[in-house]
């Protein structure tokens, strides 16, 4: 059920993002394209003011997780996804948290989004600090280890298209109350 969700999602979103390229793993584990250039009709005043809106609207915390910021020149951001993978293993269950950091710098007509961290850890600190790619690379994975280096690669592939929604105007938010 998981590999289909996974399947699922990536089609969708691959389908949808347009001039947008998602990020994935090359054969040596990287994250490729790191940075991802990402064009888009705007000014690079635009692009900034619509990407701080944007963490301001979806962080709950947005001064705690802007890291970093030059107006009209670059961002950067660091979040977690709680629980992003569950494993089981001699009857304990352990949750797998993402924390990344993302950078984004903008130039009229485009922006780049970097991937400067991305680790994985877990509440029996197991996989403290352990990077996603760390995860990918190599042939003979197990296949817990691939989950959790496909669930990172889909929800930062999820961050990349949600981000170029706002900035391209597809999802404004309704103000019918």
């Known amino acids: 059920m998981k590999k289909f969700f996974f399947i699922t999602t990536v089609i969708l979103m691959g389908t949808e993002l347009n001039s947008q390229t998602l990020f994935e793993f090359n054969n040596k584990g990287d ?22 809106d944007w963490i301001n609207l979806n962080y709950k915390n ?38 990344y950091t993302i950078r984004i710098d903008f130039k009229d007509e485009k922006y780049r989004l970097t991937i400067e961290n991305a680790y994985l850890n877990d509440e029996n600190y197991v996989l403290n600090n352990k990077k996603i790619m760390d995860f990918a690379k190599g042939k003979k994975m197990k296949s817990a280890m691939t989950e959790y280096s496909d669930n990172s690669i889909v929800y930062i592939n999820s ?18 109350w």
């Open 31 to 52: 994250i490729t394209p790191n940075p991802n250039v990402i064009e888009i009709d705007k000014s690079s005043e635009d692009i900034y003011e619509k990407a701080v």
């Open 159 to 176: 961050i990349n298209k949600s981000l170029y929604d706002y900035i391209s105007g597809k999802t404004e938010k309704e103000d019918s």
């Open 62 to 99: 947005p001064d705690f997780v802007m890291k970093g910021k030059s107006e009209d020149n670059f961002l950067r951001f660091s979040g977690i996804k709680k629980n992003l993978s569950t494993y089981k293993s001699m009857g304990v269950t352990m949750n797998y948290d993402l924390h």
